[in-house]
């Protein structure tokens, strides 16, 4: 069976501060890894996917993500964060099933 | 393309009334799922289809829950005899393929009182 864990439920940080968001995995068999963020009220939107080959992925709106098998870990990063970047943020893992396995999200909120 | 289109967004309703909420994927894609997501929760699977076949269902669909998607179109999901403790968030996902990205619908958030 797979597991996601998020290691911080919240993240507060200031405008323009680095950012990064912790994802561990646990599977018995190879994964795909996803990063989805949600905006209050609304469904999820994919930020980037690591399916193979380079272990550091680039998303949408300036994240990215580096895959490393060895701590099994996947967490997010960005350099410099915008207000707009306030919002709830998943990690799943896809593997031997179809289904997406979620943690239980990081909200992050972005401060003046 | 409209995206993944869920119906209806709320809902409220009586403790052992029943539900049907309706998901209409991206119409490419073979694939749809179903998931639940409880306050300060992620997402948590409930089942999904290929085409018209469900294919895998969670431990977390009971009986009272049943879920169709006649001709491989639109989905579904009927909660019978609803409890309080079904209320959540009902997410529609649709995918082409295994590995590729699933598109999530708005959501059915539905209320038990």
């Known amino acids: 069976a797979q597991s996601v864990t998020q290691l911080d439920s919240q993240v507060p940080v200031f405008e323009e501060a680095p950012v990064e968001l912790r994802c561990n995995y646990s599977?018995?068999?190879?994964?795909?890894l996803f990063w989805y963020v949600q905006y209050p009220n609304q469904g999820l939107q994919l930020l980037l996917k690591?399916?193979?080959?380079?272990?550091l992925v680039k998303g949408i709106n300036g994240f990215e993500a580096e895959f490393n098998k060895s701590q099994t870990s996947f967490h997010l990063r960005k350099p410099s964060v915008h207000i707009s970047d306030t919002a709830e943020y998943f990690c799943?893992?896809?593997?031997?099933?179809?289904?997406?396995?979620f943690g239980k999200g990081t909200k992050l909120t972005v401060n003046p | 393309d409209t995206g993944v289109s869920q119906n209806p967004r709320h809902k409220i309703t009586k403790r052992g009334q029943n539900v049907t909420f309706r998901c209409d994927p991206i119409?490419?894609?073979?694939?749809l799922y179903w998931y639940r997501q409880t306050l300060g929760q992620g997402p948590e699977f409930l089942t999904y289809?290929?085409?018209?076949?469900?294919?895998?269902k969670s431990r977390l669909l009971s009986d009272r829950f049943s879920a169709e998607r006649p001709k491989g179109s639109f989905s579904t999901l009927e909660i019978q005899r609803t409890e309080q403790g079904d209320s959540a968030m009902y997410l529609c996902?649709?995918?082409?393929?295994?590995?590729?990205?699933?598109?999530f619908g708005q959501g059915t958030r539905l209320t038990v009182v």
């Open positions: 996902a649709s995918s082409f393929r295994w590995g590729t990205e699933a598109f």
């Open positions: 599977s018995s068999v190879s994964v795909y």
């Open positions: 690591y399916l193979s080959g380079s272990t």
């Open positions: 799943a893992a896809q593997g031997g099933s179809e289904k997406l396995v």
């Open positions: 119409s490419e894609h073979n694939r």
């Open positions: 289809f290929q085409n018209e076949a469900q294919l895998e």
